[in-house]
């Protein structure tokens, strides 16, 4: 039986003969059990008649309120000797952490309130991670005893997804450019100061027209020569989530590349005639939530937008309509349907060239060492052996990351 690493809807799990174990980060729970202590210790302040009479009654300060509104996501996890290394989300704060067998505390591998780091592969003591601020994501790598690091992109990037080759001493990423219209050309933006840059993607961050990405490109980064070449890119795709094998294979994920409708004279003029309907949905939902916040019940007696709104999930920051693409899933003869677009494909490079289809309908995978791969299709963990023969491993939910 398969072992392997995996995060199901944003919690982490280990799949070990055949059984699914939950991994706890203790930095979560710490964060937890401080927000419940404080919240504890204050709740007299905002509950109760006195509450009330002066004015300071909130029914979202009970502690039970306090901890269900943390939101958490694990993005990546990895086995190194005897450590776990992890990257979660809490409330906003993203960092990297180790568990280890010898103490009941994670680590700080690094993390910062002010700086996002995500993404990360360690191959000989090295990691190799992603640091985001002002919306720019690069590619940074360190020694994991030591608080020293280097990065080596920049610009107005999103780089992503790094990954040690397995052949040399380089690295695998996936980059798109950020595309901010703020009129000006490449000249003017390198002249200008690191702080007005800052200031700028910072104002602009919220604004999806002043912050379009290019689609995104497969890179590797030599540390031998210090260059950086692009090795897949092409303006109808996405070529996402890399990863080499012993042999000198690349795998990688190929998608089609959503741009906005609005980019066209019909996108507009649809925006501009649908402008006012939009704009009464958002008023009328945004008065609903709060009615069914403060006196539990909502304004429409209709469950359809609900039913609407769990149809769709978003992963890896595509929008997919989970019941449709499963429909079309299960009549295209697929014996074990996920929620994942067929049009997600995961391919294969060979040392000579050829360009092979591996499997549709892929958002997450792991090459093993005798040529076999593990695949999410959103619903299902998959193994595929080398000869292309698929075999169910695990059924599980949202299945974003296997390691």
């Known amino acids: 039986m398969r072992n392997f690493y995996y995060i199901s809807n944003g919690k982490m799990f280990f799949f070990e003969n055949g059984k699914e174990i939950p991994i706890h980060s203790e930095v979560l729970d710490s964060y937890i059990y401080k927000l419940k202590d404080d919240a504890a210790r204050n709740e007299w302040k905002r509950s109760g008649k006195g509450a009330e009479f002066l004015g300071s009654y909130d029914p979202q300060a009970s502690a039970e309120e306090r901890v269900s509104s943390v939101r958490s996501q694990a993005f990546g996890m990895q086995a190194y000797g005897e450590q776990l290394f992890y990257s979660i989300s809490i409330d906003g704060v993203t960092g990297i952490y180790r568990k280890s067998p010898h103490s009941d505390k994670d680590g700080i591998v690094i993390s910062s309130s002010d700086v996002v780091y995500r993404d990360f592969d360690i191959k000989g003591e090295r990691m190799v991670y992603t640091c985001e601020f002002a919306g720019e994501r690069h590619i940074a790598v360190l020694d994991i005893d030591t608080p020293y690091s280097r990065t080596y992109t920049e610009g107005r990037t999103v780089d992503s997804r790094p990954v040690w080759s397995k052949t040399s001493d380089a690295v695998y990423f996936m980059s798109s450019g950020l595309l901010l219209d703020d009129g000006q050309d490449e000249t003017v933006a390198e002249n200008k100061s690191f702080a007005q840059t800052t200031a700028e993607m910072l104002t602009n961050a919220g604004d999806?027209?002043?912050?379009?990405?290019?689609?995104?490109?497969?890179?590797?980064?030599?540390?031998?020569?210090?260059?950086?070449?692009?090795?897949?890119?092409?303006?109808?795709?996405?070529?996402?989530?890399?990863?080499?094998?012993?042999?000198?294979?690349?795998?990688?994920?190929?998608?089609?590349?959503?741009?906005?409708?609005?980019?066209?004279?019909?996108?507009?003029?649809?925006?501009?005639?649908?402008?006012?309907?939009?704009?009464?949905?958002?008023?009328?939902?945004?008065?609903?939530?709060?009615?069914?916040?403060?006196?539990?019940?909502?304004?429409?007696?209709?469950?359809?937008?609900?039913?609407?709104?769990?149809?769709?999930?978003?992963?890896?920051?595509?929008?997919?309509?989970?019941?449709?693409?499963?429909?079309?899933n299960r009549k295209s003869g697929d014996r074990s349907p996920g929620f994942i677009p067929r049009s997600w494909e995961l391919r294969r490079i060979c040392p000579d060239g050829n360009d092979i289809l591996v499997r549709k309908g892929v958002c997450a995978y792991r090459v093993n060492d005798d040529g076999s791969v593990l695949v999410s299709n959103g619903s299902y963990v998959i193994e595929i052996d080398e000869n292309g023969k698929e075999k169910d491993v695990h059924k599980a939910h949202r299945v974003t990351f296997i390691r």
């Not at 741009?259 to 005639?273: A, K, M, P, Q, V």
């Not at 309907?277 to 006196?295: D, V």
């Open 208 to 328: 999806p027209s002043a912050c379009e990405r290019s689609p995104e490109v497969i890179c590797r980064l030599d540390f031998e020569s210090g260059s950086i070449s692009e090795i897949l890119a092409d303006e109808k795709y996405d070529f996402v989530s890399p990863q080499t094998t012993k042999n000198g294979e690349l795998y990688y994920i190929r998608r089609p590349h959503e741009t906005e409708s609005s980019s066209s004279f019909l996108g507009c003029l649809c925006d501009i005639l649908l402008f006012p309907f939009r704009m009464l949905s958002a008023l009328f939902g945004f008065f609903n939530l709060f009615s069914a916040k403060y006196s539990g019940k909502t304004l429409s007696k209709s469950g359809n937008a609900k039913h609407k709104n769990e149809q769709q999930t978003v992963i890896d920051g595509n929008l997919i309509n989970a019941k449709r693409e499963l429909e079309q």
